[in-house]
């Protein structure tokens, strides 16, 4: 198939961690195209409450992750630092994966960024989104409550073995 | 098997173009780890002759290619932008990518920068140095020369198909 | 008139948008100098609902609102990026824009910068500060409240020709 | 008339400094537009060899020198600080400046970058290109040779007021 | 004494400003080692609530408090710039100071990243931590109360030759 | 002393290593001002063969070989990262060191800069300059000629601690 004929998906996140949320999103989203591009968004965060994990750790996750659902399709995982300009993120975005041609997203910002720049762009299902959501499965892990089952089975794993919430509640400066 | 069993390799190069040196390289040392790492350096470099092609241009050639090879082991492409200071790079691309824990490469400050770091660090082989070789191959491109036999069919596909050649004349301010 | 002769005004703002106020100010200063040097600050933010415009955008904006006042002085409408170093900001102004002699300003980070760098530093007037406020008029732009009324006609043209309401709302996550 | 009917080209430059090459490419193209933008590339630099005089200097001689054209449409004079990133630049100017239709450049990476973006390229005529070159210019200068009649009156006033050729020879470790 | 042999140790802190506090701790652990490396934080920062003096004044404030405290050890006071990015802290530390073996810190991020880098990291005594903590401080200078009793006589001396407090108040918007 | 009774003196260089003509120049401007700050320049550049030594490398050179010189006065050994804006250098030098007032340099372009913001500045003399030069000495260094005696005793005793020539061949790509 010719390059121009593939047609191909992006969707960005910064997978704080990957949930089942995400995965949700990736288990439909990956029928409408021919491949799809992940992209793990402000990659150069980490050991933060808001961003505890790296761009490598986070990759991990994902592609550990993505096998669980079976997917026979190419997909891309790229790591994307920040720009911090609003108005190159778009081309930033695109200098850095394959070419694409529609956007899943929820973010009104990138939602807006990429329309401006005339892309196809999609809102996402939401999938339990109370649950499903980085903020809270930080803040369980923080404080100690159970997080393993909002997350695929691959991703608490990873968590475990880079030993993740010691790290969560030491930048917190709790006693581990 | 536990993350910490996971014998994984590092292999680094800027891949413009992606070439049969470079494919020989990972056909080999693809065998000597459980996973590899490719990273693309200076990512965020394009459109100069020595740098003609994106990130995800170069994600692209290589992700096609490696299916040449045939391998059933887990590959990681990631795109590394410049930090710009020797003393962080290994710190920066550590942050970026899978905990590895050997370093495949030709490069001196490569080697160097890993060593002081305590990584283990290997020769490559150098396969046909003289022809496969990234500023050979941009000459022939930019002076009309044939290019085609030192890379791999899938990149000469993708070369072709985002129309790579007139990009690299154009700049250089041939006629095209 | 030789160039050190030239009195030279500088004002600066971050211009989200170009209102009455800003308007107000240029309308009075505009008689103490021999020309006028407007800054737009961080000009590199847009996108955001504090900083919904582009710099071109709000180039576009000042140099049409000017005409309306009929001001027969030359007037240098600037984009200045943020440097994210006080220490260094007065310095970066001063490359970027013609050599001034008099600031005018109400922002005391900004008359503290300059006072400490000797120049000679003026508080602006304040006309109608409750009601021509960036924030209260970007929030009414948000809100679907009446703004017009409050920049310039020119402004308000380019705001509509831009499209700019349905940005400010997008962002927010509003429904259009 | 309303914004998108007004037809503006866009002329990029170092102008390091501006000479008549350059005023009179302006002089024709101001003819095929409604208003030009003048943008000042290389920004944010200044007191080398290469790139003399900050962008305010460049502002200043440009804004004088446009005076002797008798010029009656909008001009536009915006310094652009370099993004670093040729895949961002077109996107960074963009925002910069207000929205534009046509380019103006001899240079083969901007036409090729514009090109890319789908933009209206098109190649300046060439005024006695040996003669009216910043290169030859600046060393001329440097030298102590005659440089004055390269550029236009308004600019060597403008050099001679700031001292400029001092600099230029201090810089390059000469006797003064 | 051969460098190797040579116990170093690293202290960090913004010292905005330099208090008792610091001063207990530096008394303290200068004993445990035989040369201490005292790195000033967000060295880039000046002329805001929360850093309101420059790496300068703070080098200054540092070492003529240090003559107080009459330590006849070498002790290095290093600015060191922010670089934004967690996981390249400690290398970034590490190419701007002499080689150190242990780290002496409060801060529950400083811990966590040096301990990942593997140091020895040891927590400091809190002196009196109500009232020698740098907020309290810079509020006290702010209100008009009396802040000197906090800071080494040294301190006090150099906040009022660069008229610190003058500069605090009008940052804040405050008359003087 | 008052501080603005103070005269401070500001010498700047690379140290790329520290040598004898550095030691030369401060044995004499020491006895021209009360107290001296030396500036270690690109201070983040390490691991190159212009650069070989990191800051906190040179910082050590520095401070040790000082005390071959038997100085009574305060000396302030500071790392200046690069601003990579020549307009703005001076300024970010003042809000890195502690004030001073008049700089030795024999650097055209710090020269020009210095004297462009109004500081005193003075010319060097020359010791030795043939010899006395951080490429000659470098280049010994990589060619494994005789290149302690050009260099402060002491100094030789930190490049040999730090392993600094092998640091030096590796990058190189020389056999070791």
């Known amino acids: 198939m010719r390059e121009s004929k593939i047609k191909r998906g992006f969707f960005v996140g910064r997978f704080q961690p990957y949930h089942l949320g995400h995965h949700e999103v990736i288990r439909h989203v990956i029928h409408e195209v021919d491949e799809l591009i992940i992209g793990i968004g402000s990659a150069q965060d980490s050991h933060t409450l808001e961003n505890p994990f790296t761009a490598g750790e986070r990759v991990l996750m994902i592609v550990r992750a993505l096998e669980e659902l079976g997917i026979d399709k190419r997909v891309y ?27 899943y ?36 892990m923080l404080e100690g409550d159970e997080w393993e089952k909002y997350v695929p089975k691959a991703v608490a794993e990873v968590i475990k073995e880079i030993d993740g919430i010691t790290r969560i509640r030491e930048i917190a400066g709790k006693d581990v």
Chains 1, 2, 3, 4, 5, 6 share one sequence.
């Open 77 to 103: 995982v790229i790591p994307l630092e920040d720009i911090y300009r609003n108005s190159l993120w778009v081309s930033h975005v695109c200098s850095m994966v394959p070419p694409f041609h529609v956007v």
């Open 105 to 140: 997203t929820n973010n009104p910002l990138v939602y807006r960024l990429f329309k401006e720049a005339n892309f196809d762009v999609k809102h996402t299902r939401m999938y339990n989104r109370n649950e499903y959501q980085g903020t809270e499965i930080r803040k369980k």
